[in-house]
């Protein structure tokens, strides 16, 4: 099959480069090919050539030879039976991304029955997952083109899924609990199922719950433990079930080990897998962190049947010690290489440590720069010293240009202009000018922050804006600016400080109330006029959050202290303010998927000093970002028909967030709000808070957030709508 012409066995000794002419690609282009071809044109090389490009499956022949009479190298090729291009039919259920990635793969691969078998898999597979257990494929060729034609058959909804145990007596509580949450089969709900896809038959995820319950029974002793699931159909109708065998519970038989640290196990008590895996994750950390970068810590288990014990040694492979060698960024496009090293918690050079690559990781999330951060370490090719590392980075889009139009129910009509860019030039500076036009609201606003100022951990940010809002009773001017210098904690190395940051925060504003109307109340009356308004604030922030944008746990908390400073007005304020994110769910196979529950809390106290709390301070719950529900700013204390707004204020929403679309970045979420706010001379009674509950849909689109939901009513009070749809638009002023 593979020939030599014998002009070049006289030359294999030689080192020739020349141009190569290739002859027989019909679908394969030249430019596919150069990864697999040779430079230089040695026997050796020649030879690796021919090895690669058999390797790609597209040729039956592969023949290099020397052409006298050109004086150059030829390759000639016979091309296989190819996939020219792919064809799916009937696999519009499936998204366009799968879809795309099918006709990829197997594009250019041999026409076969291999190929075709493998398709087929592949094609029932995903439709499996879908809740068509049914699909077959039929294949068809029109000449280059393979035409696959998916028959989807019906689709099974569950109605119940029932667990089942034999001998559980004793079975402790855990183990039960854990059994209900590892099995993913749930039986179709009519008002979630068409959103989350869940409560269809799948013999795949049934087969990889039943797994999953073996693999519990195993880390809870049950070593005779086994599980069958099954499922019973009616029509497009299933009953599923799973059957729990547990048999006897293993104890801890003899223990090998003789490392220095503790075990929190010991022989002759029940055998619990969940205690030697978490030993074994901190044993191999703290070796990591001492720098032993490829630690391996086996376990070996010898069951005794007849004894019913667990006999276990641990072995440790430490391997060598390092120091930490290069570390690379790869996938930072646009984001300079000193912003991410920057957010580097370990030197190179200095001693490998596995936890401060993780903060490492932590941090470049939290700037709001990534979608995604991981790492890998490998040993490096330059010392047996080193280990190196290589963090890939999936930049976000930080940047947008926006001229919009539209309506929103806390602004009404309105025309916005936006140029954002929080990676300026790729600094991680962040600069934002936004003007907008409306009837009820006017705004030009622009801000610079810099996170880390000359590369330290201080912080710093500029804003000046001018502001009109239209209330029922009055409108309300601001013009004015504020500078802000904090500091992250994480500068001082000291562990339970990292997650902290401090801010000094100095505002000054001109603030004009106009236009009062005869019955508005009489404390927005006092407030007619122009005032200047300066103030100091403190500012401290605690985070915990996976990552900046949609996290996924962790929690942020805030509290701010405001004093007037000099001016026409004086007060006082304390903020409080806890945001709790916690995963729900995860989807199967897309660990990036998950249902978020939030809960948010704020609790506002100010206190005017001589007088009333200022209007412009004052809080007017109701709408988007309050209490969904009700009508933007109804809510709160009221003279007659005036509202002038509470000195106080406590506002809790609980949301659960289900993502529609990773890519997209867009959820449904539901949600309870209740609050309210309260007068100067009242305290905040719990009794007193007004809720709401809802549902609505969050994009996380290039120009901000932009939310749709409607919000009802649990304590109407009159003037109240039986329901409100709120409409927000980005970030508030």
């Known amino acids: 099959m593979l020939k030599f012409a014998k002009s070049f066995v006289a030359l294999t000794f030689f080192l020739i480069s020349q141009p190569l002419e290739i002859e027989g690609l019909k679908a394969i282009s030249e430019s596919e090919l150069r990864p697999y071809l040779p430079v230089v044109f040695d026997e050796k090389n020649i030879a690796e050539s021919i090895k690669l490009l058999a390797k790609t499956g597209y040729f039956d022949r592969i023949e290099y030879y020397y052409d006298n009479k050109k004086g150059l190298f030829k390759l000639k090729l016979q091309e296989a039976d190819l996939i020219n291009k792919v064809t799916l039919k009937g696999a519009d259920k499936l998204s366009s991304e799968d879809r795309q990635s099918m006709i990829s793969k197997y594009t250019l691969k041999r026409f076969s029955q291999e190929t075709k078998d493998a398709l087929r898999k592949e094609l029932q597979s995903a439709f499996d997952k879908k809740g068509y257990p049914y699909a077959d494929v039929n294949f068809s060729r029109e000449g280059s083109i393979l035409v696959a034609e998916v028959k989807r058959g019906p689709r099974i909804k569950i109605e119940s899924v029932k667990i089942q145990y034999s001998e559980a007596e004793g079975a402790p509580k855990a183990l039960l609990k854990r059994v209900k949450e590892a ?217 947008s240009l926006s001229v919009s139009a539209g309506y929103s129910t806390l602004d009404n009509l309105f025309a916005r202009f936006r140029a954002s860019e929080q990676n300026f030039f790729g600094t991680g500076i962040g600069v934002s000018l936004d003007l907008s036009l409306g009837r009820e609201f006017d705004a030009f606003d622009f801000r610079v922050s810099e996170r880390r100022l000359f590369n330290t951990f201080t912080s710093g940010s500029l804003n000046a804006f001018r502001l009109r809002r239209d209330f029922d009773d009055f ?21 339970w400080t990292k997650d902290f940051a401090v801010r000094l925060i100095f505002d000054s504003r001109e603030v004009e109330v106009d236009r009062i109307k005869d019955e508005a109340a009489k404390l927005i009356k006092t407030f007619k006029g122009k005032n200047w308004v300066n103030s100091v604030g403190v500012e401290v922030k605690r985070t915990t959050l996976d990552r900046l944008i949609r996290p996924t746990k962790g929690s942020f908390q805030t509290l701010v202290l405001e004093h007037s400073l000099g001016g026409d007005l004086k007060y006082r304020t304390v903020s ?74 406590l506002i809790n929403n609980a949301e659960i967030f289900v993502p529609i679309s990773e890519e997209a970045k867009v959820d449904f979420n539901v949600f309870f709000d209740i609050g309210e706010a309260f007068d100067d001379d009242k305290s905040i009674k719990l009794d007193d808070l007004r809720s709401a509950y809802g549902a609505g849909i969050k994009w996380f689109s290039p120009i901000g957030p932009i939310g749709l939901d409607i919000g009802f009513p649990l304590d109407k009070r009159a003037g109240d709508d039986d329901f409100v749809i709120n409409f927000s638009l980005g970030a508030e002023f």
């Open 183 to 399: 099995i993913s089969t749930t039986r179709h709900r009519w008002w979630l199922s068409w959103l989350t896809g869940e409560g269809y038959l799948s013999r795949e995820i049934l087969e990889k719950d039943r797994s999953a319950v073996v693999e519990l029974l195993r880390l809870f002793g049950y070593f005779d433990g086994n599980c069958e699931a099954t499922f019973n159909q009616i029509d497009k109708k299933a009953q599923v079930g799973f059957n729990v065998f547990l048999g006897d519970r293993y104890n801890f038989g003899e223990i090998l080990w003789e490392g220095e640290k503790e075990l929190p196990f010991q022989s002759a008590e029940p055998f619990d897998g969940k205690k030697v895996k978490d030993f074994i994750e901190k044993l191999s950390l703290e070796f990591k962190d001492q720098g032993y970068a490829f630690v391996n810590v086996i376990p070996e288990i010898r069951l005794d049947k007849e004894k019913k014990l667990v006999n276990l040694r641990l072995r440790v492979e430490k391997g060598n010690q390092y120091k930490l060698g290069r570390v690379k960024f790869e996938g930072n496009q646009n984001t300079r290489d000193y912003v991410l090293r920057r957010e580097l918690r370990v030197t190179e050079g200095e001693q490998f440590s596995q936890t401060k690559l993780e903060r490492t990781k932590t941090r470049l999330l939290r700037t709001g720069l990534f979608e995604s951060v991981d790492f890998e370490v490998f040993p490096s090719k330059i010392s047996e010293e080193f280990a190196d590392v290589n963090f890939k980075v999936k930049e976000t889009q930080t940047g």
């Open 475 to 495: 409108k309300l001017y601001q013009t004015g600016g504020r500078v802000s210098f904090g500091y992250d904690f994480e500068g001082l190395g000291i562990d």
């Open 576 to 649: 409080f303010k806890n945001s709790l994110y916690r995963p729900v769910f995860v989807f199967e196979d897309e660990e990036e998927k998950v249902v978020v529950f939030n809960l948010r809390t704020s609790v506002d106290l100010g206190k005017g000093i001589d007088g009333p709390y200022p209007l412009h301070k004052r809080y007017f719950p109701g709408g988007s970002k309050t209490v969904r529900g009700y009508k933007p700013r109804s809510m709160g204390p009221r003279e007659g028909e005036s509202e002038y707004g509470g000195a106080k204020q």
